[in-house]
């Protein structure tokens, strides 16, 4: 099963984009979801994560405050809604889904992965 993650794009400093991410043959709605992204010649990093619920969430200190997860349960879908976006933002932006309850900001504590959508935020 591969997660679907889309709505990249260039986008102005201080810009928003909204990344839809769905699981096509998994029920989304029953694993906990994050976000990593990776910039060029770097890891993955952790960005957010939500539990099954969406009752709680963590968020990288990078994009507290800036960036937000939510759940569409009749979708069976997540998003990460990014504001206020800086030129460090840009990245491959890929959206996760593991079979646990407790939040997890490692990605090998994660299964399941999407392909990646890039952002660029220029300056």
């Known amino acids: 099963v591969q997660l679907q993650a889309s709505g990249g794009g260039l986008v102005q400093a201080g810009g928003s984009l909204r990344l839809p991410c769905a699981a096509p043959?998994?029920?989304?709605?029953?694993?906990?979801v994050g976000w990593f992204r990776q910039a060029p010649g770097k890891e993955h990093v952790f960005v957010a994560a939500t539990t099954r619920r969406g009752s709680s969430s963590h968020f990288a200190d990078s994009v507290r405050g800036r960036f937000a997860i939510s759940r569409d349960y009749l979708k069976d879908t997540m998003d990460l809604q990014m504001d206020n976006l800086e030129p460090e933002d840009t990245a491959l932006y890929y959206c996760?889904?593991?079979?646990?309850?407790?939040?997890?900001?490692?990605?090998?504590?994660?299964?399941?992965w999407g392909q990646g959508t890039l952002v660029t935020v220029s300056s």
């Open positions: 043959g998994l029920t989304f709605s029953t694993y906990s």
């Open positions: 996760a889904a593991r079979d646990g309850t407790i939040l997890r900001s490692a990605a090998a504590q994660y299964g399941y």
